[in-house]
């Protein structure tokens, strides 16, 4: 009688395979999650201030945005604007984190006021960078509107800055 099955080189040849095969496909993976952390924490901003613009509207005060760029990055929408961001404070309405955006840095930081009409005094931009160099640019502009581009073009789906 003939048994069925596998023999252990069978098996080894066949995990050998699965082992090239993932190999292949993690840099391509790392590379769409860096891609995708840098979307979100851009929008998350861009969000940010949208609803910053909106607060400030509802309030009928200004509302003050701060980037801190640097290793110890972050932002905060604040009713002040001496406001620190990087930690809970009384005055912040909204902030984020390094923690809250892995992989993510802000090489560019701005400190915005928001009238309460939701135009700002001067316009301004932040550039957030991922661990694989991609940089995405949040431009604010004076009226109010939020933009995000990529710099060099690098992220798809957003125009070249």
Known sequence: ???RGLTLLELVIAIA???VLASLAIPSMGARLDRQRAVAAAETL??????ARFEAARQGRPVHLLVQPGSAWCWSVAAHPGCPCGQA????????????????????GASLRISPQGTLDQAGAVTLQSRRGL???VEL??????R????????????AC
Do not use: H, K, W
């Open 141 to 146: 502009q004076q009226l109010g509107r939020a």
């Open 89 to 108: 404070q009384a005055c912040e309405l909204r902030a984020a984190t390094p923690l809250q955006q892995a992989g993510i840095a802000s090489v560019e």
């Open 135 to 137: 940089r995405l640019r």
């Open 46 to 51: 861009a969000a940010d201030f949208n609803e």
């Open 17 to 19: 395979l699965v082992a």
């Open 148 to 159: 995000i581009c990529s710099e060099g073009g690098s992220v798809p789906g957003y125009t």
């Open 1 to 3: 009688m003939q048994q």
